[in-house]
T-cell receptor, first 117, second 116 residues
Framework: AQKVTQAQTEISVVEKEDVTLDCVYETRDTTYYLFWYKQPPSGELVFLIRRNSFDEQNEISGRYSWNFQKSTSSFNFTITASQVVDSAVYFCALSVGYGGSQGNLIFGKGTKLSVKP | GAVVSQHPSWVICKSGTSVKIECRSLDFQATTMFWYRQFPKQSLMLMATSNEGSKATYEQGVEKDKFLINHASLTLSTLTVTSAHPEDSSFYIC????????????FGEGSRLTVL
């Protein structure tokens, strides 16, 4: 069975602090995709990143960076120099296999990040 | 990125009525769309997978007669909550896959349903 665990329910930081959101996944499939989404208070899901299981390279996009480690089944997300606008619920998700009905996403429970000025 | 639009964004209805939520891919064709449900302060749970021109595949525990899904074209999938009750109140989000296989998923803005 597949599972995504986001152990941190809520995190509160002060602006300009760095913050890391943890994500641990479980799957027996060798082909899978990992995602991070941001859900601001307005509700829509904002796509942040997709990483496939064959690409363990870390990625940096502006203030965002992701650390994918297959050895620990983790896909952690770091925001450097956090800003108030980063306040949202962040979801880590897993998709296994290729295409069709196997492409649905299994979401973690989310981490609510509050960045205070 | 690609745009997925949901309508209505919020709806209030009386218990016993039916409500239809539309999910449209505005600038791409989506062979597969997914419907999720999110309770307050909780994660998203997949309800069903909708494939154009065929019957939807429902997840275990989701009543197919209660949540009717129709994917009549490559740009439109609809979710109809039939005979809605207060416990159906929730945030419903659709996502659409660009192309097939490993195409990227894009999410709609969500539809908040409140059943009185």
């Amino acid at each position: 069975a597949q599972k995504v665990t986001q152990a941190q329910t809520e995190i509160s930081v002060v602006e300009k602090e760095d913050v890391t959101l943890d994500c641990v996944y479980e799957t027996r499939d060798t082909t899978y995709y990992l995602f991070w989404y941001k859900q601001p208070p307005s509700g829509e899901l904002v796509f942040l990143i997709r990483r496939n299981s064959f690409d363990e390279q870390n990625e940096i996009s502006g203030r965002y960076s992701w650390n994918f480690q297959k050895s620990t089944s983790s896909f952690n997300f770091t925001i450097t120099a956090s800003q108030v606008v980063d306040s949202a619920v962040y979801f880590c998700a897993l998709s296994v296999g290729y295409g069709g009905s196997q492409g649905n996403l299994i979401f973690g429970k989310g981490t609510k990040l509050s960045v205070k000025p | 990125g690609a745009v997925v639009s949901q309508h209505p964004s919020w709806v209030i209805c009386k218990s016993g009525t039916s409500v239809k939520i539309e999910c449209r891919s505005l600038d791409f064709q989506a062979t597969t769309m997914f419907w999720y449900r999110q309770f307050p302060k909780q994660s998203l749970m997949l309800m069903a997978t909708s494939n154009e021109g065929s019957k939807a595949t429902y997840e275990q525990g989701v009543e197919k007669d209660k949540f009717l899904i129709n994917h009549a074209s490559l740009t439109l999938s609809t979710l109809t909550v039939t005979s809605a009750h207060p416990e159906d109140s929730s945030f419903y989000i659709c996502s659409a896959r660009v192309g097939t296989g490993t195409g990227e998923l894009f999410f709609g803005e969500g539809s908040r349903l409140t059943v009185l």
